[in-house]
């Protein structure tokens, strides 16, 4: 028969003051209970808690030393408010791991980066339709899961976050795995590293929560305020590049004839020079123009639909208009003319090395690779005269001339599909400089001039 608690007294030091020696309890649910243990100078709080997982037997663990002197906050004891509060934070905590190692084996968080990772390579697997490895996968196991040996590349060891079980996952640990990343890691890298491991985490809520309890109700708050703190700033490092990156419209012109004989030494036949025509004459990511179809080159109303990109949260599904020149439609016509309107626009060969011989031969045709364009382009900024151009060069320049040419930020921002924000975060200054032209082009003259020198203004007071 199961006994009725007796509640003692515990809930101020005087009342304390009177108990005898031994533990005393308090209720706290109906299955668990805040305890005061009176020693021969002082007593200490503990909680029990029923642990059905184990016989139905009671559990129990210390909390910390009492004050015993007065009921005010003191550092290194605990008041029986405090005591309370602590046990309760305990309990959840407590229940939450037993729940979860009754229900089998503990996620930690190199399960959830594991789950992620899979996801991520079949939904980037599923946009080019072909098998790939995901960006944040490469970044993951480099800097959470570890990696082996593997050619020239080194065998990384696992980050110590990887085995922390998520159900006992604290703050702590995910701001030392932040201070742990390397010191020469750029800041961008470091940021989308972050952005990767968070996704992760915030994903294994939904699958190790809701039903089997496997994860304690703050965890989606450890998470956000882990990640929270101290927000990695890369605006000192993308300005510097933005200053050198903004081409003049005769530095694009130089780069895209270079881009053509490049085109015609290594035999593209024409596909690397039509796709750097893009990407000069819309600003877009390399991602989106490599997505675009032959039915987005709308040749009569001289404009691209150029699809959204698939940064940020939502939003960037639909295609945006951009307006072209006659030069460009004419430059993309050979990947237009004959071809099925769901076609990629801009594609190139790809190759096949002969079975038995290191020769190589024509494949397919297929949509270009982000890595494809490393090389060629090396090339084409040698020939241009211009080295340190970069291909996101192209983006910043097409920015910053719609910028200067009096468009509203709003408009810039919608046709390079991106925020307002971002547009005055990264080109304020030359923000500024296209406003302060436009204000000078609406200066009149106020001051009457009569042979050079100044006429008196009527109805001056005197």
């Not at 993308?238 to 030494?265: C, H, K, M, P």
Request: net charge positive.
């Amino acid at each position: 028969m199961t006994r009725t608690l007796i509640e003692a007294q515990i809930t101020t030091a005087k009342a304390r003051s009177k108990l005898g020696a031994g533990v005393h309890w308090r209720r706290l649910d109906a299955e668990a209970h805040l305890g005061y243990r009176r020693g021969a100078r002082s007593g200490v709080w503990l909680v029990r808690w029923r642990n059905h997982y184990d016989g139905a037997n009671y559990k129990q663990a210390p909390i910390g030393p009492a004050n015993d002197l007065n009921d005010k906050p003191t550092e290194g004891t605990l008041t029986f408010q405090e005591a309370e509060k602590q046990a309760r934070k305990c309990l959840a905590i407590f229940r939450t791991e037993e729940a979860a190692r009754a229900a089998g084996p503990a996620p930690a968080v190199s399960t959830a980066v594991e789950a992620y990772i899979r996801e991520r390579n079949a939904r980037d697997s599923r946009r080019v339709g072909r098998e790939i490895r995901s960006d944040a996968g490469r970044r993951l196991r480099r800097y959470v899961l570890g990696q082996e040996k593997r050619g020239n590349r080194e065998a990384v060891k696992a980050a110590p976050l990887a085995a922390v079980y998520l159900h006992a996952l604290k703050e702590d640990d995910l701001l030392g795995w932040r201070e742990d990343l390397p010191e020469g890691l750029k800041a961008t890298t470091k940021q989308r590293l972050i952005n990767d491991l968070k996704a992760a985490l915030n994903a294994a809520w939904p699958r190790f929560s809701a039903e089997e309890k496997k994860l304690h109700p703050t965890f989606l708050s450890i998470v956000k305020d882990g990640f929270k703190a101290e927000r990695i700033d890369d605006d000192d490092e993308a300005s510097v590049a933005r200053d050198n990156q903004i081409l003049t419209d005769a530095q694009i012109g130089i780069l895209l004839r270079a881009a053509a004989e490049i085109d015609a030494d290594q035999g593209y036949e024409g596909d690397l020079y039509r796709l750097v025509v893009c990407l000069a004459a819309t600003g877009a990511r390399f991602a989106q123009a490599r997505r675009m179809r032959v039915n987005d080159a709308q040749i009569k109303e001289r404009r691209l639909m150029m699809p959204g990109s698939y940064k940020g949260r939502g939003g960037n599904g639909g295609a945006v208009p951009i307006p072209v020149g006659q030069d460009v439609i004419e430059a993309l016509l050979p990947a237009i003319a004959g071809r099925p309107n769901e076609a990629p626009l801009l594609e190139r060969w790809s190759y096949d090395q002969e079975a038995g011989s290191i020769a190589w031969k024509k494949s397919e045709r297929a949509p270009w690779k982000t890595a494809e364009l490393v090389r060629p382009w090396r090339a084409i900024r040698e020939r241009a005269g211009l080295p340190a151009a970069i291909p996101y060069a192209l983006r910043h320049s097409s920015i910053v001339r719609a910028l200067r040419n009096g468009l509203p930020i709003q408009h810039v921002a919608k046709l390079h599909n991106t925020s307002v924000k971002m547009i005055e975060r990264h080109y304020a200054k030359y923000i500024a400089s296209a406003l302060e032209d436009l204000a000078r082009a609406a200066v009149v003259p106020l001051v009457p001039q009569h042979g050079g020198n100044v006429v008196r203004m009527e109805g001056r007071a005197r």
